[in-house]
């Protein structure tokens, strides 16, 4: 649920963002939440073959106890990583909507991971705050429309929003009020409830 937010993902990009898991795992849960109608799958006819899933209407309802893990996770287990313990910052990103879901600021912060661990490509996920609620794109191409830009490696996004919410490490550029909203709701004290996103 928690990588399908920010949209339809292939199968080969889910294996990649849960590292893991076993193909015919993997293949066997999907199957599973598209019999249950919490996601769609489409086919195409190509070489080798491609397959995109995508959340359905009714899974788009659970979002919110996706954050209230994500809200739980930070609150009761977060904590600097363990020696040789790899921390996915696009996951904790992911959750970002959800946690922002009741004070997200309006406007667009473009966050950039830059030096991935594996020599996976640079990646940009975009938050979007309005209306109807905040959004998550993800990209692996560069963004020049944002209100705000935050960029680093992993090790300075662990940093930023690990418990000690040091972004020492972080290039910042842009509405420093949006940032800094955005940055303090993903902390564990912001994502626990402790700190409102709206200035």
Do not use: H
């Not at 680093?152 to 996004?157: C, V």
């Amino acid at each position: 649920m928690r990588d399908l937010i920010a949209g339809p993902r292939r199968f080969v990009e889910l294996q990649r963002v849960l590292p893991g898991i076993s193909t015919e795992q993997l293949r066997s849960r999907l199957n599973r939440m598209v019999a249950d109608g919490l996601l769609t799958r489409q086919r195409y006819r190509e070489v080798p073959p491609r397959v995109d899933y995508e959340l359905t209407e009714r899974a788009r309802d659970l979002e919110g106890v996706v954050a209230a893990l994500a809200r739980w996770g930070y609150a009761w287990t977060w904590g600097a990583p363990r020696e040789g313990e790899e921390i996915d910052i696009g996951a904790v990103l992911r959750v970002a909507p959800g946690l922002l879901a009741e004070n997200a600021p309006r406007g667009t912060i473009a966050c950039t991971v830059t030096e991935r661990s594996k020599g996976a490509p640079e990646r940009t996920y975009i938050l979007t705050g309005g209306p109807g609620g905040p959004t998550l794109a993800e990209r692996e191409e560069p963004v020049s429309e944002a209100d705000s830009f935050v960029a680093g490696p992993e090790s300075a996004w662990i940093a930023a929003l690990g418990p000690e919410g040091s972004r020492a490490g972080l290039e910042v550029s842009g509405d420093a009020r949006l940032t800094d909203a955005v940055l303090t709701v993903l902390t564990p004290a912001g994502a626990a409830g402790g700190i409102s996103a709206v200035a």
